[in-house]
């Protein structure tokens, strides 16, 4: 069943719900991808586990690092000096979070070692300039790009960081968008990517999913992937529509927005 609007929903950027549709999408994709693959291909999800420490530094705590370059004999007699005894502690534990992505990989059957398409979609932590989401992603995003491999990033994201593989500056020349699908093809100028970008206006795209120089394109279509998301996550139960989205729509699209949904009866005033 569609959601309430024709492509991406900006509410379901909400951290809350966005682990949950995270999930979801990577697990429709999957089984979708191995009901449209020719039999020698099969789809396989995958995860990348970060560690995200937020108490790491790569600072030395200044009163050390000081005291331990102080030259010269400490002052004072050390045989008048004396002993101090340890306050014992309380040992507290502070584990660092894990963080799990689930990515989608396209492998032929009989050779399953053999990667022949990666899909990607990024989570907000993957847009945070720094932090441990990005610069994982990132190491995946250029390990893919140096190899054989197809690489298809998709970003329903309008907040955070520039992250997909193609330059944003090449991106903005064309237009506006809100979500971006790239398909960046191995074995072919890595510097060219096929980009498929959406404004929350619009449907999401059909997308080409290339697989090995014999075989033709698969067509994946992104929406329903959503849309299936949408009902198995109740998101309609959870989403406030009364609220503005996060980060902030433009004016005229926070215009149209309220349009749609009053229209729809989810908000004061609208039919229904």
Known sequence: MPGRFPGMDPDLEDAD??????????????STLNEQLPDRYVANLNERLDIDDPN???IPDASVFERSSLGGPPRGNPASA?????????????????????????????????????????????????STGHLSYHNTQREVLGSPAHLIEID?????????????????RRGSYDDLVCLNRGGGPRWRSEVWARTIRDRLPRIAVPLLDDDPDLVLDVQPLLDRCDDA???????????????????????????????AGLRGGGAG
């Open 156 to 172: 329903l994201l309008r907040g955070g960081e520039h992250t997909v593989a193609v330059s944003r500056y090449q991106l903005t």
């Open 56 to 58: 790491r530094s790569i």
């Open 82 to 130: 004396a002993v101090a005894v340890l306050d014992p502690p309380w040992l507290v534990d502070w584990p660092a979070e894990e963080i799990r992505e689930g990515f989608v990989e396209i492998l032929p059957v009989r050779e399953p070692e053999r990667v022949v398409a990666v899909i990607e979609l990024l989570s907000p932590s993957n847009k945070v300039s720094g």
């Open 233 to 263: 996550g109740a998101y309609a139960r959870r989403i406030d529509s009364s609220r503005e989205p996060v980060p902030p729509l433009t004016r005229a699209d926070a215009e149209w927005v309220d349009d749609l949904l009053r229209s």
């Open 17 to 30: 719900l966005w682990p949950g549709l995270h999930q979801g999408f990577m697990t429709f994709l999957w």
